[in-house]
Nanobody
């Protein structure tokens, strides 16, 4: 199983970026929930967003809710994170992940089995 994150770059505050996570070796949507995490310099990796397996419901960290949108395209085996109204505090390396978290682990790294390599997002003020 491989996850390949891409789409990071430099954006101005208030701008937008779209991240992609291409998967291989994974039956996309077949029992795996997909998520995004991020890690800012000197900080712990934190949960950003989740799209639940099968039903496709979404869940967001309060800091990004209303600004970020997680989605997936099963035909392309790809997950996306549309990031709008970006803020400097969104600057981080963003990681995509796949796994079978439950409610108590949906925001925790232990809930996810497979990880992408990360893509850097830098937001300037």
């Amino acid at each position: 199983v491989q996850l390949q994150a891409s789409g990071g770059g430099l954006a101005k505050a208030g701008g937008s970026l779209r991240l992609s996570c291409a998967t291989s070796g994974l039956t996309f949507g077949g029992g795996y929930s997909m998520g995004w995490f991020r890690q800012a310099p000197g900080k712990e990796r934190e949960f950003v967003a989740l799209i639940w397996r099968n039903v496709g419901n979404t869940y967001y960290h309060p800091a990004v809710k209303g600004r970020f949108t997680i989605s997936r395209d099963a035909a392309k085996d790809t997950m996306y994170l549309q990031m709008d109204s970006l803020k400097p505090e969104d600057t981080a390396v963003y990681y995509c992940a796949a796994g079978r978290p439950i409610l108590s682990t949906r925001e925790r790294r232990e809930g996810y089995t497979y990880w992408g390599q990360g893509t850097l997002v830098t937001v300037s003020s």
